[in-house]
């Protein structure tokens, strides 16, 4: 049992929760993920690590209230205890694998949309204590739902805020500031772009455009997490992958977003799981147990 040693509403129906995991916290790194389940027979659920501990042997997990297995979560209060908690998973951001003299020669932009800031924390907070200053973009429908404010003020070279409300920092979409930062005479060598499906599809639009090269870092359904099932399959460069094992992170120029949403959205009923077994043929896993294929 992983027990939970705390637990904070950062905003309506969005909590923080830091985790007894030993395990995971000794061998994670940023841009990993774990899978929670909150007893032996509840759903499984996929979650960037937002923090880690590896001297208390905690992880930091973020998430939101989105149905059933998530509310149940969110019922769970500091002294309880999730059932599983499953990781690392998946691979780390690409940036571990470089020197701290190499990144300190990149300017580095992170983008982060809604919950997508949870992701992006553990990144600029890992480069900044390597002395790497990145800049960091967080966006978010309104000024009630802007979550790791402080945090992330914290670790970034520059925090731009954005709301589609203008009802904190800059109105409009992060697009708009990514344009707005370019027109000002910023210049970036690697974009890095986390939230939901749709804004990661128009920053690599946008950024492809400018010549600017974007990792985006998918969060498809996921079941297994061990690439098993092909629930979290995605296309990328004109390639089948599966964001668990391949990802979470890949080059978001050659993403298929269309068909990621489209798959997101039609696997979550029976007829548009069997639509997919069919439109995917000897490519479909059916592993998930819930297709029949």
Same mark, same amino acid.
């Given at each position: ?11 309506? #129906? %969005? ?5 007894? /995991? ?17 007893? /032996? ?19 930091? %997990? ?5 149905? &059933?297995?998530?509310?149940?979560? &969110? ?7 999730? @059932? ?15 020197? *701290?003299? &190499?990144?300190?020669?990149k300017r580095i932009l992170f983008v982060a949309g809604g919950v997508g /800031?949870? *992701? ?98 998918? #969060? ?35 993403? #298929? ?9 039609i696997y979550k009923t029976a007829e548009g799981r069997a639509m997919l077994?069919?439109?995917?043929? /000897?490519?479909? @896993?059916?592993?998930?147990? #819930?297709?029949?294929?």
């Amino acid at each position: 049992m992983y027990k939970i040693l705390k637990k904070r509403e950062l905003t309506t #129906n %969005i909590y923080l929760m830091d985790v007894e /995991a030993k395990r995971v916290a000794k061998s994670c790194e940023p841009g990993q993920f774990v899978i929670v389940r909150t007893d /032996a027979e509840s759903e499984r659920i996929p979650l960037t690590i937002c923090d880690y501990d590896r001297a208390a042997g905690t992880v930091t %997990i973020v998430f939101q209230t989105v149905g &059933a297995a998530t509310r149940m979560m &969110a019922d769970l209060q500091e002294g309880d205890a999730f @059932h599983d908690f499953v990781g690392p998973l998946g691979c780390p951001s690409e940036l571990v694998k470089e020197t *701290p003299e &190499a990144l300190k020669q990149k300017r580095i932009l992170f983008v982060a949309g809604g919950v997508g /800031a949870a *992701p992006v924390y553990p990144q600029v907070k890992w480069l900044h204590e390597r002395g790497v200053e990145a800049d960091v973009i967080v966006g978010s429908k309104t000024k009630d739902l802007l979550i790791l404010e402080k945090e992330m003020e914290a670790v970034a070279g520059n925090l731009y805020v954005t709301t589609d409300d203008g009802s904190y920092g800059r109105k409009g979409m992060v697009t708009q500031t990514i344009q707005d930062l370019v027109a000002e005479g910023k210049q970036y060598d690697l974009c890095i772009a986390i939230g939901p499906m749709i804004m990661m599809k128009f920053v690599c639009l946008l950024t492809k455009e400018l010549g600017l090269p974007t990792v985006v870092s998918l #969060n498809p359904i996921m079941v297994d997490g061990t690439g098993m099932c092909g629930a979290c399959r995605v296309t990328v460069g004109g390639k089948v992958k599966f964001a668990c094992v391949d990802g979470p992170e890949f080059d978001g120029h050659q993403v #298929n977003f269309d068909e990621a949403m489209r798959r997101q959205t039609i696997y979550k009923t029976a007829e548009g799981r069997a639509m997919l077994a069919l439109e995917e043929g /000897a490519t479909h @896993h059916g592993g998930c147990g #819930n297709c029949n294929s």
